[in-house]
């Protein structure tokens, strides 16, 4: 299956949606479909994906619980980011978390494995810590907008470091688990998702 006709059309979507986002009059009809913009990222991978397996299917399972599970603690403890309130733009939540926010954790964790192991990195751990910081970076572009677009809030004067170092020892747990279960790397919009999202969030910083 040709995966040219997907790449056109998230790049029409992003280039859209850069403009939705930054311009006041448009700004809430493209906000309000966010969330199912996420769920576009994540059934792309998983259509485009090679080599299915039991593994894809428990990697896939666990990021999205293990996601989930990190969101749910630091909203209701508060003991990691301070105060962590989700606006209503990522849409229906349940225990303070937005349902897509697990399905983010999915896209980012398997869009990261999939380009960390397309390197020549023998050393897993080394592949690891790449991966988990590309999931770092993406996500720290993405808290710089957060408040702006309603995305979330946290209270912690050192929110983004907070936010970074519980990403990357989460993140780096997920890149170790998608070796260990030996999940198929083969996955051509992996680059395409990972790059868009992170090309089209420094878009929104630079000119929101």
Same mark, same amino acid.
């Given at each position: ?37 996420? %769920?576009?990222? $994540?059934? &792309? ?7 299915? @397996?039991?593994?894809?299917?428990? =990697? !896939? #399972? ?47 964790? %398997?869009?990261? $494995?999939? &380009? ?7 050393? @897993?751990?080394?592949?690891?810590? =790449? !991966? #988990? ?47 260990? %279960? ?18 089209? =969030? ?7």
């Amino acid at each position: 299956m040709s995966y040219v006709p997907a790449v056109i059309l998230l790049m029409i979507i992003y280039m859209a949606s850069l403009v939705g986002f930054t311009t006041p009059h448009q700004q809430a009809w493209y906000l309000y479909y966010t969330p199912y913009f996420i %769920l576009l990222n $994540a059934l &792309l991978l998983l259509v485009y994906q090679k080599e299915w @397996s039991k593994s894809v299917l428990y =990697f !896939g #399972a666990s990021a999205i619980l293990i996601g989930f599970t990190v969101e749910a603690l630091t909203v209701q403890t508060a003991s990691l980011y301070g105060t962590y309130i989700f606006g209503k733009t990522l849409g229906i939540s349940f225990l303070g978390v937005p349902l897509v926010m697990p399905i983010y954790w999915f896209v980012n964790a %398997l869009s990261t $494995a999939s &380009l960390a192991s397309k390197l020549p990195l023998k050393n @897993s751990w080394v592949r690891c810590t =790449f !991966g #988990a910081v590309l999931m770092v970076l993406l996500t720290a572009v993405i808290h710089q907008v957060a408040p702006k677009l309603d995305f979330w809030s946290m209270s912690s004067n050192n929110s983004l470091i907070r936010l970074s170092l519980v990403w990357f020892l989460v993140g780096f747990a997920l890149q170790y688990l998608f070796i260990r %279960l030996n999940t198929s790397s083969k996955n051509p919009m992996a680059v395409y998702v990972y790059g868009g999202l992170l090309i089209f =969030f420094v878009g929104v910083f630079s000119f929101l």
